[in-house]
């Protein structure tokens, strides 16, 4: 597809009033096309579509520029405020690009349909359909490069808007079918686990040593494949906005302790020993089971890369302004490189692949963790530097008020 570069000020469209249509009705679908590749962009992660933005926009920044430099003061004005509007229109948009690159198309697709993102859009065209509007109202007859320009870039917005709708619909229709088909997956490792867990007991007859030593590793491996359906399955939802979530006051307290317990038989054997400082009677309005979901995770991973017979892991409560909760859970493992922080909460996104494939992991268990907590209206960050060995997880969460 060729686009049309150049502020145009010869005579061939007729006069000045023509010439000022034309690379007004540019502007506008230099708007459009921007946005629509952003968008698309974020939907197919098709690098053809950030091309498309990276090509596009120093020919709309050039047009607008060109724009204030050879208008009269009356539409310089004009100009330098729709360059303005651009601006900040370009700031989103690059922001969603970079989101995208990092592994983040979800919040590069929430970005892009926000209500901020939509005024930013509606300052632009409002302005550029304002001054068409007057200027095609002083015209009689419109020029027919004039028309064969509006035509030409109606055509193309009308595509570049049905695609979109078609990539947003179809990413739907993935996301529903990959949460049903993870639910199927899910139904048949139910009773495996409990069948083994029978076996295991020797309720149905005595098993040799040979025989036990195997069924573990079937349990281990099937709770595994569980635990991965399960996240996968959570993640899904986190995305359709259908993660259920039964809230109900609750002490952090209590929910910590009972997640230790829970826990102990794996950190003893592990070699881990765990500190805590918790402040008590801090309530928070929330789901207590995927509250203790995502402590269980939090844990595990610090225990995975703990040092064996030597780890440590430290969780901590604090009331933070009198309206937010913080958990802490730090360890003395490895740490994380400051340049991964912000991509571990990423869906699928792993910090080395040679150490989680010696710990096992898919990348989906710190996504699911910060759905759940962003569910709750909390934070969930990581911190991890040179000076103070491991990683430090903080969760943010506002606190009940009565």
């Not at 869906?347 to 096992?360: A, C, L, M, N, P």
Request: hydrophobic share 40%; glycine share 4%; charged share 30%.
């Amino acid at each position: 597809m060729n686009f049309v570069e150049n502020f145009r000020t010869d005579k061939k469209l007729g006069n000045l009033m023509s010439m000022r249509l034309y690379n007004i009705q540019l502007m506008r679908y230099y708007e459009e096309v921007l946005a629509q590749a952003a968008r698309n962009y974020a939907f197919t992660n098709d690098k053809k579509w950030e091309q498309r933005y990276q090509i596009l926009k120093p020919k709309s920044d050039r047009l607008l520029k060109n724009a204030i430099k050879t208008a009269d003061k009356k539409d310089r004005e004009f100009f330098l405020a729709m360059d303005k509007a651009n601006l900040d229109l370009v700031e989103m948009e690059t922001k969603a690009l970079e989101l995208v690159n990092n592994g983040q198309s979800n919040e590069a697709v929430n970005l892009l349909e926000s209500d901020e993102y939509e005024r930013r859009r509606k300052i632009l065209r409002d302005g550029l359909t304002e001054q068409v509007e007057t200027i095609e109202s002083n015209e009689l007859v419109p020029t027919q490069s004039t028309n064969i320009v509006s035509d030409s870039v109606k055509t193309i917005i009308d595509q570049e808007r049905e695609l979109y709708e078609k990539l947003r619909k179809a990413d739907v229709i993935k996301d529903e079918f990959l949460a049903m088909i993870t639910h199927e997956l899910k139904t048949p490792l139910v009773p495996i686990i409990g069948y083994v867990d029978i076996l295991l007991s020797e309720k149905l007859g005595k098993i040799n040593e040979i025989q036990k030593e195997k069924l573990e590793i079937v349990k281990t491996s099937t709770r595994f494949l569980l635990k991965m359906i399960s996240d996968l399955l959570d993640a899904q939802k986190i995305e359709l906005g259908q993660l259920a979530l039964v809230k109900n006051p609750h002490h952090l307290f209590q929910i910590i302790k009972n997640v230790l317990a829970r826990m102990r038989p794996d950190l003893e054997s592990h070699g881990i020993m765990v500190a805590t400082d918790l402040q008590e009677n801090i309530s928070c309005l929330c789901d207590d089971m995927r509250l203790q979901q995502v402590l269980i995770n939090l844990i595990s991973n610090a225990m995975d890369f703990c040092p064996k017979n030597n780890g440590k892991i430290s969780i901590k409560l604090q009331l933070e302004d009198n309206t937010h909760a913080r958990i802490s859970v730090l360890d003395n493992g490895v740490g994380i490189p400051k340049s991964k922080l912000d991509k571990i909460f990423v869906k699928f996104y792993q910090v080395d692949t040679s150490t989680t494939r010696e710990h096992g992991g898919t990348g989906l268990g710190l996504s699911v963790c910060k759905g759940i907590i962003e569910s709750h209206g909390g934070k969930i960050w990581a911190e991890s530097d040179e000076i103070n060995p491991g990683t430090q997880i903080h969760i943010l969460l506002p606190v009940s008020t009565r």
